[in-house]
């Protein structure tokens, strides 16, 4: 496969970012309200891609032990990684909470720029595999990175910045999954190294959902929010399945 296609996926998964903060200047409050409900499908796309896509061929390419190993190592190893950054703390912004600082808006987009970096490296793992586990992943990136980026944005706005200058700070930063990708595809060429990325990059996924999204869907309360979760978290899923069909 041409290394065009995940450069092409990473490009499609950086548009987010001008998704999410088109949203906000359109729609205000009501696009960080949608947010909410957007971090539920991702969960879907993002397990799936995981535990559908990537595992299945990390089986395949290393013994079962060593890549459930590393399947392991990778969730552990984002969760201190990510403590050892301190990135992401806001996956749910609390409201009236003061201002936002200046530090704390930089900060954001340093940390965003990390975060899709290794976005993208899953994202060139996932194209080594085929073009539609490949295309799964840059959906499950998409989902979560939309919902994600208007939070961002929302922030760099009430941390002062002016709304040009934010929405092309935020894009540049959302352009990083471009040289991951690429680092990962070249990577996976080797047969070796693409064994271990696999299910390394299957606990970033698992990650993500998890910790870094889950939490955030516990913030709506009631029986009703909780069904209509679960429906988009349902239909996440079947995205990613659907994608996976589109080659059998
Ligand atoms: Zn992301």
Do not use: C
Not at 187 to 203: E, H, M, T, Y
Not at 207 to 226: C, F, N, S, T, W
């Amino acid at each position: 496969m041409s290394w065009l296609w995940p450069v092409l996926g990473a490009l499609g998964a950086s548009t987010a970012a001008l998704v999410g903060s088109g949203l906000i200047l359109t729609l205000g409050r009501r696009a960080e309200r949608a947010a909410g409900w957007l971090f539920a499908y991702a969960v879907g796309t993002l397990l799936a891609a995981a535990v559908l896509g990537l595992l299945p061929e990390a089986l395949e390419h290393a013994p079962p032990m060593k890549a459930m190993w590393l399947f392991l190592a990778g969730m552990l190893g984002f969760i201190f990684f990510e403590r050892a950054l301190r990135w992401r703390h806001h996956a749910h912004r609390h409201h009236g909470e003061g201002s936002v600082e200046r530090t704390t808006a930089v900060a954001l987009l340093w940390g965003d720029a990390l975060h899709n970096f290794i976005d993208g490296l899953v994202l060139g793992v996932s194209f080594g595999v085929s073009s539609e586990v490949g295309t799964a992943a840059a959906v499950a990136i998409f989902a979560h990175e939309v919902p994600q980026e208007i939070g961002d944005f929302a922030i760099l706005l009430e941390a002062g910045m002016p709304k040009r200058r934010a929405m092309l700070l935020n894009y540049l930063s959302g352009l990083t999954p471009v040289p991951g990708a690429l680092l990962a595809f070249a990577g996976a060429s080797s047969p070796a190294v693409f064994g271990v990325l696999l299910p390394l990059a299957a606990g970033g996924f698992v990650y993500i959902a998890l910790a870094g999204l889950v939490p955030a869907l516990q913030h709506r309360k009631g029986r009703g929010a909780g069904l209509l979760q679960l429906g988009l978290v349902l239909l996440g899923v079947a995205t990613v399945w659907a994608v996976g069909q589109l080659s059998a």
